[in-house]
């Protein structure tokens, strides 16, 4: 091959991956910055192994995923005012610089969007309260009610009550990343509905499904017994490869949450990347995780 082939490859290389890049500016004015925070799910409808990302929090820009079609964006004041839009892109190697300006006060907040590039845009937007406007509320019977925010040392929750049982919506995004790490829904206090975790990168790792009241199996299959007495819950779990294929797939038994206790039964299915089945599995009693 010629040099100057070689010199031609590299150049159109460069040439994409800066047609590929996406710029991010945010000027809060007087606002201050830790209260403002700007999430985007890319590409919709999107992907199963899709999640939404945050692109700005506590005054620090990340990078705008690449993807096109329609591209909802949602920018949250404190947790209690929130204006969104939609962007729709034709292409996902167009670039574009975005711009975000705030200005206004507590009680009347603007932002201007000037979206410049191949797909432009620009509006003016009103925040507008949110339902639910404050965190971490008690009522007058000191039980908690609306979104409650806390940490763990890989995740940061969102966590809806009812009357003082988790009811509703529940959201984990990961520290490192800002990507949402689970979610799912619980009904008066129990994990309900499906749920869904993902890896830092918001790649899918598991499913939960089908979960119902368990009335059956109270010891592991050594012959101990089960920790806290009978597992309240019992679910159908699938366990994804990065290439989205299933790994494995059976039942699982849990009494609060399957994230922090659960434990396997019955028969289990097994798959190579490829989502071939390559082995199956009939656990007696209750298999330990």
Known sequence: MRKTDIFGIILLAVVLMTACGNDLKVDCGTLNPNDIEIILSAGIPMRLNDSPTIIYKDGIC???????????????????????????????RHSHKYNFSFFGNHDTIYCIIDIRGKDAEKDTLIFKELENNKYNQLDSNGLKQGIWLSETPSDRVETNYYNGKRHGIYIAYSRKSNKISSIGEFRNNAMSGTWYTFDDYGILLSKVENIVENNDYYYFADGTYYYGGKPKHKAHYVNYYPNGNIKSEGTILFSDTFETESSEYGFWKYYDEKGNLIKTEEIEGVKKK
């Open 62 to 92: 990340y990078d705008i995923p690449n993807e096109y079609g329609e591209n909802d964006w949602a920018i949250n004041y404190k947790g209690q005012k929130q204006c969104a839009f939609r962007h729709f892109k034709t292409n996902c």
